[in-house]
């Protein structure tokens, strides 16, 4: 059956290239990286970065905080860009990337604390939102 209703358009978040500057700079260490979610709280890929340095630290509940603010600062900036809670939110376009992260992060860091039907949302969600970002993150 063909869906024949219009597919919203992908949304593209705007590019924040201080923030990602200051972020590649940071190179991993967490205190760095701190620094950038702090002077660019709204930025998701530096609570993004957070979440994934806490997973490999074996901190899952740790990450989890670092990946819900991620999330959620992202899903501010997705509406604010259009997003109606619906449609592609594509890999290839690098701004997205800290959003789908930290999205991605959020799932597994439920899954380590037992959170199981939240980990599934995640996993869905980010599917739904581009799965070339499922299968360059997991």
Known sequence: MQNLLPQPS??????????????AAAAGSEKDVKDVAAAHPSFSAAWAELAEIALADGEPVTAYAYARTGYHRGLDQLRRSGWRGAGPVPWSHEPNRGFLRALSALGLAAESI????????CAQFLNDSDPAATAALR
Request: proline residues 14%; without cysteine; charged residues 35%.
């Open 10 to 23: 992908p949304t593209l978040l705007p590019a924040e290239p201080e923030a990602a500057a200051k972020l």
């Open 114 to 121: 037992g959170e199981f039907e939240e980990a599934e949302r």
